[in-house]
């Protein structure tokens, strides 16, 4: 093998490498608010359900895109919940808890108390919800539905710039210039 080729494949194989080792730094609610106390940040909470096709979609195709991955790491504390799970959650200092569940259940679950306090939207869940918190723990938006990398990025920069303050979504959206096409 000559040595352009060599390096070619040299430089190759670490490009995919990186982009394969770079994950987004998951953390239960819990430990996302004990991380904003000691360094404010958004929030956001990937609500799913281990049956639930778009929630292994947007795993596989949004959270694992590098871009994704570095603006979620940079700018919030990402949250990844089981909307279904057993295990208690405290959030604003409440304790949410699934009593419902059922152990070894397959498909559906009973829906977690954490789940109905910040995933609907006008009163339906679906799966997956992004749930967007601020600084201060209250409630920005929850966000239903997959969302491809390209439609998740208006999102992830309009919450954390704060451009939801001032701007309606529609008028942000006009004109807003995405890195992801």
């Known amino acids: 093998m000559k040595i352009p080729n060599l390096i070619m494949v040299f430089l190759l194989l670490l490009s995919s490498s990186i982009a394969i080792g770079q994950t ?3 953390v239960s609610i819990d430990k996302a608010q004990e991380l904003n106390k000691k360094e404010p940040r958004k929030i956001l909470v990937d609500v799913y359900t281990h049956w639930c096709g778009p929630c ?19 700018n919030y504390y990402a949250v990844k919940f089981n909307a279904e799970g057993p295990e208690p959650a405290t959030f604003k200092g409440t304790e949410f ?8 259940k397959p498909g559906r679950n009973g829906t ?13 869940i679906a799966y997956p ?22 439609q998740f990025e208006p999102m992830l ?8 303050k001032s701007e309606k979504w529609q008028d942000y959206m006009s004109s807003f210039k995405g890195e992801l096409k």
Not at 65 to 74: F, G, L, M, R
């Open 24 to 26: 987004i730094n998951w």
């Open 56 to 74: 292994k979609m947007m795993m596989k195709y949004t959270f694992s895109n590098a871009w994704i991955t570095d603006y979620i790491n940079k």
């Open 97 to 104: 808890k699934n009593p419902t569940y059922v152990k070894d």
């Open 112 to 124: 977690h108390q954490l789940t109905q306090a910040i995933a609907p939207v006008n009163g339906r």
């Open 129 to 150: 919800t992004i749930v967007f918190i601020d600084e201060e723990l209250n409630l920005i938006t929850p966000v239903q539905g997959f969302q491809k990398p390209a």
């Open 157 to 164: 920069k309009f919450v954390a710039e704060e451009r939801y």
